[in-house]
């Protein structure tokens, strides 16, 4: 009875009982104060908690009924607990002594129970939890694993897991697949018979042993990497060694498939040596086993081999090894030797700790990194966090050191992702490998993620230089590249490797790119290939099988690829190691090119050193045509056509040049420069195309479209072959044939170079003649080898240069090119020059003269005509310009002739020009300016000089008057500006002069004018000027001071006196804020009124100021004949005093509003800022207050109190920028509550229905209130009619206990239909200035109208208060009765009777009132969508006519019972209605539309009832038809004005319909339209035919919110008569009607 044996303790899964009995039989009960008795509840818990845990692993499989939970606890809380079970029995007895040498026993046995009871809790939770979850589906997927066919079980019967075997395959699937044939079972998932569950072993046990024997069976194939460092370490195991390295290089690949040799059936035996772990490590990471890896030859010492040094290993040393490969796999857990091979229970929980553990280490995937050397690679890796909680990784990167990331720890956020980058910045082109490691982080006390690994490799596909060069290069010719080299890494020396790269482009491709894009450039111009871009050409591959050539053969076969390959690759760099210091300037490296070859190429120097890395700097070359070998010039004359024979030599002077460049820099054995040569010149050696003549065949193309040619030439080149291709020509089929003829060709001393025929002698100099008669003779062979006929017809004078380029029709690697160069002058002619421009104007022309020549020229100019100047001498330079710039200055307006002669003097060529001046009229002198004041005369002078007189105009004169006018000119003088006052001609003299005259203006302003000076013999010699007079007001007569309260209005008498005998009548202007006045003023004579103040001499000015504050006005009275009068006004705007609002008075709790007028005097609209001080207590519906010009209206002032009794004051202020401001002081008093606004609330019939009444407390202070529903009725002790809450149900008449009774029945109904829906409806607080909402619910079962009453009371300063909200339910009849719809077109009207049925009113309850059912107690409304409300409140109304009784199923009173049919459907079980009401609907729409209208019908205190009908407006008829007719590219219009419905501006749209002519257009299309009443607003419609056709129409809309317009428009096309003879033919292509 101690408890400690198996099946000695019952405790049941009940929590223990709060009371308990002594050893001595002392009670105590209800001791909950005893320290003792609390740790015994404490720890009869805990131990409560433990069997709940060990219930628990129970249930889900783990065999732990040999625990007791009261070993699992504390030691303190263990001798509780058993003193406790001990105890509580209270028929046995204990003594103290007893207890105590009881707690002696069970102390000495806790601390191992308790192990024991812990350790089998955590081996069975580890077996019902993680071993449970190990199966075959699983272990057949992991990482690592491959198995072959025969390991899968499926060539024998198939046993599933509870042992029954079926033959054939299972099912695919690991679940059932469904029902079976009747009597057998569904079949599991698919098991091996190996690993079927046993006596011996779980299914799970099978599969780690499985696993386990799959790895250390492959861990035998795979190589020790680290043995071979271990047996050179240990001289005496030699032997070991050797045999370790041969395992090594024999080892299979990891990828293999494995197939089982040996079986590991014990987890003891296999593994208590650690070497079945050490496999395991070596299978998943081979790595493991690597030089100063832990495992490093593993396999050496499992053999009997010595440890590092000779030293025998013993095994505590061996499970350091093993320890320190699980720490850096992050697998260790501090186990110790004895803990993981003690028993076949320690090593399972070992192999199963790896086995879940290890796989995770094996990349999931190989991430690539593509791209280029030189420049960094990025990847991402999403990670995702599908759980509830942040994971946390640690990053490890492996490997190469060229991978690198950013952060070593990563934090993924609760169902989130992360990007994370891993960067490669290579350094050499060769792949390197990584391993990217994700372990996971324990978060406290929870484990942490799985681990991630991902392999890591690269893929160079390219290099990216450290700098690139582009240079562009001629065909054959050399180039020098300086390369500035810099090494990005540290010191060392690094070897350099071309490698090149090149598309050849075909000479055709260029020509045709280059004359394409209007190049006209000289030789070695970059071509420009813009859409048309060259082709590439590409070489075949020289790397052959050369097997069957001989040996002689196949060297002089291999020196001239040699030689080719030079010709081909045209880079070199005499350097081949390149060392780099730091700290020293770059290395400049020169790398040469010498191409044979158009096209592009790109070089990369790639210096490599195997330690460092490797990087590379680019070339691009871009080769173009060759530069001119040979220039050819000839002169010619514009407008004539030259034909010139151009001859071009045998030799290619360019290539001989290249060749010889390249064999002195590259080939130094004299043996192979001549094979070089003779390999070189077959390679662009053309076949002969003519043996006799010996002429190859070659184009020519010129890069000018001035030049006419035959392209096509027969050419006896130095570079020819008699027969076949020359070497790299040849086609890449039948090669070894084709190899064989050219080595046979190569060797026989190449002497088809230079052979032609005797007939045609070489040319040896390129050249250009003059044209013969023998040229011209197609029958002339030999005459026109290497020639060709060229015809040159320039359209300018010029230098033309051009270049010819000659290539080999079938070699195209022969290119030669020439440069052309003709000059062309002008033949003997005069050329016109033409100048024209205002008189006495310089106009200027410039004359360009290029000189060609190679020496100055110096000219000398000679120019006639009075009006033309130009310099004497002009020297152009030599392959230059210079420009001759020619000056007109005509003296008057006229035509002026000139001439122009310039000569070279050291040639004595003479160029002669005819100058011809056109001279307009002369522009203005100059602007004058003058400023004067108003009614003062002032004096102003101009300056004058005198103007030359054309001489042909002076000829016919006599002496003396020629005489006379160079002494003096007289000009007549003209204007337009007013006031001006001056003499009418002017003399002026040589030395000039001046012309003074007068201004005054009797007003102020500015004036603009002229004033002309013409010779009174000559007018067309004239001069003017243009004036600005700028006059200033006079000052004012005097100031005068006026002073007004806003918004009120003080006139200003103004008077004036008139000095002359006529009327004066003025024009007044006013400037000036609230300034009113007449626009004119009509001023008697002096003398002529009665009086000197009467009203005629006065004008009255009113000064009525909006806005307060201090302004300055102006006053002026213009007449033209005195001038202006003005005077300045001083403003003074006093601000008004507030309007007083009266005081507003309104109970606490609730507002109060009042009216506050305001008025617009202005002409426009004005929008008033509403601000109001107090807003505590007052307030305005709106913050924005518009009014209509002129207008008078109010606004609304609310009126909050907060306090009883108390006056509040506040202002209003309306502001306006333009009206200023207008205050108004408002008050307030509050008032003890009482009676509150009603509060409606309307529900169906047995439904509930809800409503909330707002409360708002209106004090500074938290406000404690309770509320209560109470019932309003009331009885009549006289027997009169009482006002019960339930009206439409009570009775008229109280003369019966029945009838008293039925009344308080009423009455407890109304209370059972109202409620609070309120948690808590006494000591309720509410904040200060806070609404609070009272929740009503409201379910009436009768029909009828229900009343109740919401008391909210409170108690403040002393006082009760109460609120009374009156509540007033509805209750509806039924659901909605649907309608039928109402369609009509627009504008037409339809009206309609239906009859409604009255539900739940029945004749007993109207009896029972003593009242009939009259239609003053119904009300009619409608509900419907905000957007239609005003549409509808136009068009649709429903009116109630009479109330109608019926009888069952709503039929009226004397109509027959339903039919037969009806009662089939169901019209017999509708509810009886004994009250209808038949209602007249009227529809009159004015545009289309559609809406649902809901029809609500309301009778006095009985009910309600909820109707829905549907309208639609269809489209109506046109309100007019219109015709139009315009011709095509023509036009028609109609105008016509549009007036509203109503009163009132609208909005409109118009618009034509979609099946509408688009020919047809209206304008405006949006507006405002003009109200009913006016003349209304216009609409023009335009009808504009793009082409004939058929008659077109068009339907117009314009529409409003509320109206709508259609009209049909028809367009057609005028009538047109044809005059048939005046239709004539030009061609007679008819034969007549005889023929």
């Given at each position: 009875g101690d408890g400690n044996s198996a099946g000695s303790h019952n405790f049941k899964g009940v929590h223990p009982p709060h009371t308990a009995t002594s050893a001595a039989g002392a009670s105590i009960t209800n001791k909950r104060s005893s320290e003792k008795h609390n740790k015994i509840i404490s720890a009869n818990r805990l131990v409560f908690k433990m069997q709940q845990l060990l219930n628990f692993l129970t249930n889900n499989g783990a065999l732990l009924s040999h625990v007791n939970p009261i070993s699992m606890v504390g030691l303190e809380d263990h001798l509780l607990a058993q003193e406790y079970e001990l105890t509580r029995d209270q028929s046995v007895r204990f003594t103290p002594a007893m207890l105590s040498d009881r707690r002696r026993a069970w102390e000495q046995l806790w601390l191992d129970d308790c192990?024991?009871?812990?350790?089998?809790?955590?081996?069975?939770?580890?077996?019902?939890?993680?071993?449970?979850?190990?199966?075959?589906?699983?272990?057949?997927?992991?990482?690592?694993?491959?198995?072959?066919?025969?390991?899968?079980?499926?060539?024998?019967?198939?046993?599933?897991?509870?042992?029954?075997?079926?033959?054939?395959?299972?099912?695919?699937?690991?679940?059932?697949?469904?029902?079976?044939?009747?009597?057998?079972?569904?079949?599991?998932?698919?098991?091996?018979?190996?690993?079927?569950?046993?006596?011996?072993?779980?299914?799970?046990?099978?599969?780690?042993?499985?696993?386990?024997?799959?790895?250390?069976?492959?861990?035998?194939?795979?190589?020790?990497?680290?043995?071979?460092?271990?047996?050179?370490?240990?001289?005496?195991?030699?032997?070991v060694a050797a045999a370790a390295v041969a395992k090594s290089a024999s080892s299979t690949d990891n990828r293999t498939i494995i197939s089982f040799n040996k079986r590991v059936v014990d987890f003891e035996n296999e593994f208590k040596d650690l070497t079945g772990f050490f496999r395991l490590f070596h299978s998943h990471i081979p790595s493991i086993t690597a030089d100063e890896e832990p495992l490093a030859g593993y396999t050496i010492l499992e053999k009997g081999g010595l440890g590092p040094g000779g030293v025998t290993l013993r095994k505590e040393d061996l499970y350091e090894m093993l320890q320190h490969a699980m720490q850096k796999l992050r697998l260790d857990f501090g186990a110790t030797l004895m803990e993981c091979v003690q028993s076949s229970r320690s090593v399972l929980l070992m192999v199963l700790h790896l086995f879940l553990s290890l796989p995770n280490l094996i990349p999931k995937t190989k991430i690539e990194f593509v791209g280029d050397l030189g420049s960094p690679i990025y990847k991402k890796i999403e990670l995702r966090n599908p759980s509830k909680r942040k994971v946390t990784y640690e990053v490890t990167l492996n490997g190469s050191p060229d991978f690198s990331v950013d952060n070593n720890v990563v934090t993924i956020p609760p169902e989130s992702g992360v990007e994370f980058i891993v960067t490669l910045n290579a350094k050499f082109f060769d792949p390197v490998e990584g391993k990217l490691t994700f372990w996971g982080v324990r978060d406290g006390g929870l484990a942490g993620p799985s681990t991630l690994a991902f392999q890591l490799s690269s893929k160079i596909v390219g290099r990216k230089p450290v700098d690139k060069l582009n240079k562009t290069v001629q065909l054959f010719d050399l180039e020098t590249i300086p390369l500035q080299i810099k090494n990005p890494f540290k010191d060392g020396n690094f070897q350099l490797k071309l490698q090149v790269t090149q598309a050849l482009y075909n000479?055709?491709?260029?020509?045709?790119?280059?004359?394409?894009?209007?190049?006209?450039?000289?030789?070695?111009?970059?071509?420009?290939?813009?859409?048309?871009?060259?082709?590439?050409?590409?070489?075949?591959?020289?790397?052959?099988?050369?097997?069957?050539?001989?040996?002689?053969?196949?060297?002089?076969?291999?020196?001239?690829?040699?030689?080719?390959?030079?010709?081909?690759?045209?880079?070199?760099?005499?350097?081949?190691?390149?060392?780099?210091?730091?700290?020293?300037?770059?290395?400049?490296?020169?790398?040469?090119?010498?191409?044979f070859l158009l096209g592009k190429y790109t070089c990369q120097l790639v210096f490599i050193d195997k330690e460092i890395g490797e990087f590379c700097y680019e070339v691009n070359v871009e080769v173009g045509l060759p530069k001119p070998f040979d220039r050819l010039d000839f002169s010619t004359t514009t407008s004539s056509q030259t034909t010139k024979t151009l001859r071009f030599g045998s030799k290619n002077l360019a290539f001989e040049k290249a060749f010889s460049i390249l064999t002195d820099m590259r080939i130094k054995n004299p043996n192979k420069k001549i094979k070089a040569r003779s390999v070189l010149q077959n390679f662009i050696s053309s076949p002969v195309a003519n043996e006799e003549t010996g002429h190859s065949n070659f184009v020519l193309e010129f890069f000018s479209t001035f030049f006419q040619y035959k392209k096509q030439i027969n050419f006896v080149s130095e570079y020819v072959q008699v027969a076949g291709k020359g070497f790299g020509q040849s086609s890449p089929t039948n090669r070894p044939a084709q190899l064989r003829k050219e080595v046979a060709a190569l060797t026989s001393s190449h002497s088809v170079a230079g052979a032609v025929a005797k007939k045609a002698p070489k040319i040896l100099k390129t050249t250009i003649e003059d044209s013969s008669a023998e040229d011209f003779n197609p029958m002339n062979e030999t005459q026109m080898l290497n020639s060709s006929i060229i015809s040159f017809y320039p359209e300018r004078a010029g230098h033309y240069n051009t270049i010819a380029v000659v290539y080999g029709k079938d070699n195209l690697f022969d290119v030669r090119v020439v440069e052309v160069n003709a000059k062309v002058t002008m033949p003997d002619g005069k050329m016109v020059i033409e100048f024209r421009g205002p008189a006495r104007e310089l106009i200027f022309q410039d004359i360009p003269i290029a000189n060609e020549s190679d020496k100055d020229w110096f000219l000398n100019s000679f120019i006639r005509g009075e009006a033309f100047t130009c310099p004497k001498t002009l020297v152009v330079p030599r392959k230059g310009s210079a420009v001759m710039q020619i000056t007109f200055q005509g003296p008057s307006a006229g035509k002026f002739d000139g001439s122009l002669q310039l000569k070279n003097v050291d040639l004595g060529d003479t160029?002669?020009?005819?100058?011809?001046?056109?001279?307009?009229?002369?522009?203005?002198?100059?602007?004058?300016?003058?400023?004067?004041?108003?009614?003062?005369?002032?004096?102003?002078?101009?300056?004058?000089?005198?103007?030359?007189?054309?001489?042909?105009?002076?000829?016919?004169?006599?002496?003396?008057?020629?005489?006379?006018?160079?002494?003096?000119?007289?000009f007549t003088v003209e204007t337009d500006l007013p006031y001006l006052t001056g003499s009418e001609t002017?003399?002026?003299?040589?030395?000039?002069?001046?012309?003074?005259?007068?201004?005054?203006?009797?007003?102020?302003?500015?004036?603009?004018?002229?004033?002309?000076?013409?010779?009174?013999?000559?007018?067309?010699?004239?001069?003017?000027?243009?004036?600005?007079?700028?006059?200033?007001?006079?000052?004012?007569?005097?100031?005068?001071?006026?002073?007004?309260?806003?918004?009120?209005?003080?006139?200003?008498?103004?008077?004036?006196?008139?000095?002359?005998?006529?009327?004066?009548?003025?024009?007044?202007?006013?400037?000036?804020?609230?300034?009113?006045?007449?626009?004119?003023?009509?001023?008697?004579?002096?003398?002529?009124?009665?009086?000197?103040?009467?009203?005629?001499?006065?004008?009255?000015?009113?000064f009525s100021p909006l806005r307060a504050g201090q302004y300055n006005g102006k006053i002026s009275f213009y007449n033209a004949k005195v001038g202006e009068l003005w005077y300045k006004l001083n403003l003074s705007a006093l601000p008004a005093t507030p309007i007083v609002i009266e005081t507003i008075e309104s109970m606490i709790g609730t507002s109060q509003q009042v009216k506050a007028p305001v008025e617009n005097p202005l002409a426009e609209q004005v929008v008033f800022s509403v601000s109001v001080a107090d807003t505590d207590h007052f307030s305005v519906p709106s913050e924005k207050?518009?009014?209509?010009?002129?207008?008078?209206?109010?606004?609304?002032?609310?009126?909050?109190?907060?306090?009883?009794?108390?006056?509040?004051?506040?202002?209003?202020?309306?502001?306006?920028?333009?009206?200023?401001?207008?205050?108004?002081?408002?008050?307030?008093?509050g008032l003890l509550p009482g009676i509150m606004p009603t509060v409606l609330i309307d529900a169906p019939l047995g439904e509930i229905g809800s409503q909330t009444v707002e409360f708002f407390n209106p004090f500074p202070h938290p406000l404690p209130v309770n509320v209560v529903l109470t019932n309003t009725s009331t009885q009549s002790n006289a027997g009169g009619k009482g006002t019960s809450g339930l009206h439409g149900i009570r009775g008229g008449k109280q003369n019966s206990n029945a009838a008293a009774l039925k009344e308080k029945n009423d009455a407890d109904s109304m209370l059972e239909a109202f409620g609070l829906l309120m948690r808590k409806t006494s000591d309720v607080v509410i904040a200060e200035k806070t609404p609070f909402h009272i929740a009503l619910s409201f379910n009436p079962m009768k029909l009828g109208q229900y009343e109740s009453m919401v008391e909210v009371r409170s108690f403040v300063g002393g006082r009760n208060l109460l609120w009374c909200y009156p509540i007033r339910g509805i209750a509806e009849a039924g659901t909605k009765q649907r309608l039928a719809p109402l369609k009509s077109p627009c504008k037409t009207q339809m009206m309609r009777e239906d009859l409604i049925t009255l539900e739940g009113i029945s004749k007993g309850d109207v009896a029972a009132l003593g009242e009939d059912l009259s239609l003053s107690d119904i009300s009619v409304d409608t509900s419907v969508d905000d957007k239609f409300k005003s549409l509808i409140a136009r068009c649709f109304r429903a009116q109630p006519l009479e109330i109608v009784a019926l009888r069952g199923g709503g039929k009226r009173d004397g109509e027959g019972d339903v039919s037969g049919e009806e009662a089939a459907l169901g019209v017999a079980k509708a509810p009886a209605a004994e009250f209808g009401l038949r209602l007249r609907l009227l529809f009159e729409p004015l545009r289309t539309f559609t809406a649902r209208v809901e029809v609500v019908v309301v009778c006095r205190n009985r009910g309600k009832w909820r109707l829905q009908v549907d309208l639609d407006a269809t489209e109506p008829e046109p309100d007019d038809r219109i015709k139009m007719c315009a011709a095509v590219g023509g036009s028609d219009k109609v105008t016509f004005k549009l007036a509203n419905r109503f009163l009132g501006f609208?909005?409109?749209?118009?618009?034509?319909?979609?099946?509408?002519?688009?020919?047809?257009?209206?304008?405006?299309?949006?507006?405002?339209?003009?109200?009913?009443?006016?003349?209304?607003?216009?609409?023009?419609?335009?009808?504009?035919?793009?082409?004939?056709?058929?008659?077109?129409?068009?339907?117009?809309?314009?529409?409003?919110?509320?109206?709508?317009?259609?009209?049909?428009?028809?367009?057609?096309?005028?009538?047109?008569?044809?005059?048939?003879?005046?239709?004539?033919?030009?061609?007679?292509?008819?034969?007549?009607?005889?023929?």
């Open positions: 192990m024991r009871s812990w350790l089998a809790v955590l081996y069975q939770a580890v077996k019902s939890f993680v071993l449970a979850r190990v199966n075959y589906s699983d272990y057949s997927v992991m990482p690592g694993i491959v198995l072959s066919p025969k390991d899968d079980g499926l060539n024998g019967p198939l046993p599933t897991n509870n042992g029954v075997s079926t033959q054939g395959k299972p099912p695919a699937t690991g679940g059932n697949n469904g029902p079976s044939k009747k009597g057998k079972k569904n079949v599991g998932p698919f098991i091996p018979p190996d690993l079927v569950p046993s006596n011996v072993y779980s299914h799970a046990e099978a599969v780690l042993l499985a696993w386990a024997t799959y790895h250390i069976e492959r861990a035998s194939n795979l190589p020790d990497l680290g043995a071979a460092v271990v047996s050179l370490s240990n001289s005496s195991s030699a032997a000479v055709e491709e260029i020509i045709k790119s280059t004359t394409a894009g209007g190049a006209t450039s000289g030789a070695g111009a970059k071509s420009k290939r813009r859409n048309n871009e060259p082709k590439l050409l590409t070489f075949g591959n020289n790397s052959q099988d050369l097997s069957y050539l001989s040996a002689a053969e196949r060297k002089t076969l291999e020196e001239d690829m040699e030689i080719e390959m030079i010709f081909k690759s045209p880079f070199w760099c005499n350097e081949e190691t390149v060392a780099f210091v730091n700290g020293r300037p770059p290395r400049t490296i020169q790398l040469y090119m010498l191409p160029f002669e020009y005819g100058l011809v001046g056109l001279a307009d009229e002369p522009l203005a002198e100059s602007h004058l300016t003058y400023k004067l004041m108003a009614r003062k005369s002032q004096l102003f002078s101009i300056p004058l000089h005198k103007i030359l007189v054309p001489r042909d105009k002076l000829k016919n004169r006599s002496m003396t008057e020629k005489t006379d006018r160079e002494n003096l000119q007289v002017v003399s002026i003299a040589d030395e000039g002069g001046q012309y003074t005259f007068s201004i005054l203006s009797p007003v102020g302003g500015v004036f603009n004018g002229y004033i002309s000076f013409k010779d009174v013999d000559f007018p067309e010699v004239n001069m003017w000027f243009t004036v600005n007079v700028e006059v200033t007001a006079p000052a004012e007569e005097r100031s005068i001071a006026v002073e007004s309260v806003v918004r009120k209005a003080v006139a200003v008498e103004i008077t004036l006196d008139n000095t002359t005998d006529q009327t004066l009548l003025f024009d007044v202007s006013i400037q000036g804020e609230g300034l009113l006045g007449s626009p004119t003023f009509e001023l008697p004579p002096k003398g002529g009124s009665a009086a000197a103040n009467s009203p005629s001499d006065v004008y009255e000015l009113i207050i518009t009014l209509s010009p002129y207008a008078q209206s109010f606004f609304m002032v609310s009126f909050r109190p907060s306090s009883l009794n108390d006056v509040v004051k506040s202002f209003i202020t309306l502001t306006n920028p333009q009206f200023g401001e207008i205050h108004y002081e408002v008050s307030g008093v609208s909005k409109f749209h118009a618009y034509f319909s979609s099946k509408s002519s688009p020919h047809f257009s209206v304008s405006p299309s949006s507006g405002i339209l003009a109200p009913f009443g006016s003349e209304g607003s216009p609409f023009v419609v335009s009808f504009a035919p793009t082409d004939y056709g058929a008659i077109e129409h068009a339907n117009l809309i314009i529409m409003t919110d509320d109206a709508q317009w259609n009209y049909e428009f028809r367009g057609s096309y005028p009538d047109t008569a044809t005059i048939a003879a005046a239709v004539t033919s030009k061609n007679k292509s008819r034969l007549g009607s005889k023929i």
